[in-house]
């Protein structure tokens, strides 16, 4: 059955261009009003030229849909509450969030400013704990919410040259675990994408062209279109790049109990193989899983 969106109102960061782009198309093709927000400039975060965003919203408005254009900087608390507002003025209500926007500042870490991690981490993270901060009491009051984090391989499995980056797409990971949590019993459903794409943030990267070109943004949005519907899971991160789909999970290894006397570096570094198999592993729920895997194993000595 087809996920539709009639009477959702989404707001988009970053939908001025790539991927936000292709999810503001979809989410107002079936039927979401969206919020097409998106400051402008240039890929590293400078610039902030005429924004991209009144163009989005204008094709949406012009091929049957119903959309607004912001033009908001994430990291800007006041900026972000001026969007939100308006949004409600307007629908009243705001059920999406897709926190998208984004910037680059690729450098290895010896040659990194400080003012360049400081940057991505303020666009990245902070951005998305603005925009989150600002919806999340709506969200609340309605009993409805769907969240999503554009996470990235690179925060899940390490990029050289993206320490700044990495970090700010794990730390979401963090925030998504914990929202997870405080949104369940609100109905407010929190998942992240972890996803590769031809955009101009990866035009540079080196990819073949024949493989670029398959990793088109739609089949990104397709994953974005699920996990924001109705029925989406919650704490899913979803892999995708050019049509493959996958679950990403923060797992831990089944590990071993050292009794007190062999609670030592030595008895880790012997047992270092099997602390570090794989062979079994748990997804916990919350972060009190290691301590009663921990116990469990104490007990049946
Ligand atoms: P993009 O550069 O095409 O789009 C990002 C958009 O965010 C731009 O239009 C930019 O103007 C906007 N933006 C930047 N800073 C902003 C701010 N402070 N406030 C509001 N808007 C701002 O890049 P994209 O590839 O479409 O990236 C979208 C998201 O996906 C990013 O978070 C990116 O890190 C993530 N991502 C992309 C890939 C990929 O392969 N393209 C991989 C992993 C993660």
Request: with cysteine; glycine share 10%.
């Amino acid at each position: 059955m087809a996920l539709k969106f009639d009477g959702k109102v989404a707001i988009v960061t970053g939908a001025g261009n790539g991927l936000g782009k292709s999810h503001a198309y979809a989410l107002a093709e079936r039927g979401a009003k969206v919020v097409v927000n998106d400051l402008g400039g240039a890929m590293d975060g400078t610039g902030g030229s005429v924004s991209p965003a009144p163009d989005v919203a204008a094709h949406i408005n012009a091929s049957g849909g119903e959309a607004i254009a912001d033009g908001a900087n994430v990291t800007k608390p006041e900026e972000v509450g001026a969007m939100v507002a308006a949004a409600m003025e307007k629908w009243g209500r705001v059920d999406i969030l897709v926190n998208n926007a984004g910037i680059l500042r690729d450098k290895t870490f010896h040659k990194m400013s400080l003012e360049d991690f400081r940057a991505v981490i303020d666009v990245h993270l902070f951005g998305s704990a603005v925009c989150t901060h600002a919806v999340w009491p709506i969200m609340r009051e309605q009993n409805y919410g769907r969240v999503i984090f554009t996470s990235s391989p690179s925060g899940l499995h390490g990029i050289f040259g993206q320490a700044n980056y990495g970090a700010a797409k794990a730390g979401m990971i963090g925030m998504m675990n914990a929202l997870h949590l405080e949104g369940a019993k609100y109905n407010i459903k929190v998942n992240a994408l972890s996803p590769s794409a031809k955009t101009r943030m990866t035009e540079d990267l080196g990819f073949p062209e024949d493989i670029l070109n398959q990793l088109t943004p739609e089949a990104i949005t397709a994953a974005l279109i699920y996990l924001v519907s109705d029925d989406a899971p919650s704490r899913a991160i979803v892999s995708c790049a050019g049509g493959g789909y996958a679950r990403a999970y923060m797992v831990e290894t089944d590990g071993v109990y050292l009794s007190p006397d062999k609670q030592t570096p030595e008895d880790i570094a012997s047992d270092w193989e099997k602390i570090s198999s794989t062979d079994q592993v748990h997804y916990y729920e919350n972060s009190s899983g290691p301590i009663a895997n921990f116990m469990a194993k104490a007990q049946q000595r």
